[in-house]
């Protein structure tokens, strides 16, 4: 099975660069650059992963998780946030009000972005 990725940042460098080596990995990858289009593209081909900004325009990270988390048919997606303000967040809280799998601070790696994606979707590597 091909799982479906969607990744939606404002950063052009870091939808390019999540998305290839999603690509590489063997997944279906879809993008965005603001959450409101995240919103529309997710409605029309849910992913099982979203990988999402916190700051973006038209609609931010957590606004586009609370329309999901409200959707009876996206709710249980499951999410990373991306973030430059880490150390401004409370993980624990974000984690337990939108239901995030994982807060990850900017800079990140792509590489060890895939595998945490592996293993919360449960795909077998190597």
């Known amino acids: 099975m091909c799982h479906h990725v969607h990744v939606c940042d404002d950063e052009p460098h870091i939808v ?12 279906r990858v879809t993008s965005d ?9 997710i409605l029309r081909d849910p992913p099982q992963l ?13 606004g586009l998780i609370k329309k999901m988390r409200s959707h009876p048919d996206l709710k249980d997606i499951s999410v990373i946030l991306l973030t430059a303000k880490g150390f401004e967040l409370e993980e624990d809280e974000l984690r337990t009000e939108y239901g995030l799998q ?3 601070c900017k800079p990140f790696s792509p590489r060890e972005l895939v595998s945490i994606a592996n293993s919360l979707l449960g795909v077998a590597v190597g």
């Open 50 to 62: 979203l990988i999402t900004d916190l700051q973006m325009p038209r609609l931010d990270g957590l």
């Open 102 to 104: 994982q807060v990850i």
């Open 16 to 27: 390019l660069a999540v998305s290839l080596k999603f690509s590489k990995a063997g997944f």
């Open 33 to 41: 650059n603001n959450g409101q289009s995240a919103w529309e593209s």
